[in-house]
C-alpha cells in the first residue's frame, strides 16, 4: 500500500500489516509520515510511529537533515501494524514495524529496522 490520498483511505486497514511510502519526518523526537514534503506540518493527516528508542537508533544509522526544528525529513518506506490513534494530533499510527529503510538525498538507503 502507498501513502496516497486521505487518512480516511487507509482506516480501513485498522489493525493490519501495511507498507507505506512517503516522506518520513522526527520534530523534536516525535516521527511520523507525510504524504508529501509540502505537508509536513498536516499531522492530521500524518501516521505517527510507535518505536520506543526510534531518534536514538536514527541518530545511530542515518545522517540528520539537519537545520529547523526537523531533524529527519526523508523519502522512507515502512512496513508494520497500522491502528487508530487516541491521541489529538494524529490520527493513524504504525507499530510493530518491521521494515523501515530511509531514501537519504545522497542517495544512499538506510535501513533503520529489518
Known sequence: MQFFGSIENIKSKTGKTVTIEGVF???????????SRDRIAQKTGAILLEYPG????????VPA????PYS??????I??????NIGLEFPMAIDEIHNF???????ENFVVLS
Request: with cysteine; hydrophobic share 35%.
Open 101 to 107: 529503510i530511509i531514501r537519504h538525498p545522497s542517495g
Open 79 to 84: 512496513s508494520g501494524i497500522l491502528k487508530a
Open 72 to 77: 529527519y525529513c526523508h523519502d522512507a518506506i
Open 54 to 61: 526510534l531518534e536514538k537508533r536514527l541518530l545511530s544509522t
Open 65 to 68: 537533515y539537519g537545520g529547523g
Open 25 to 35: 519526518v522526527m520534530e523534536r523526537g516525535v516521527g511520523y509520515f507525510v504524504q
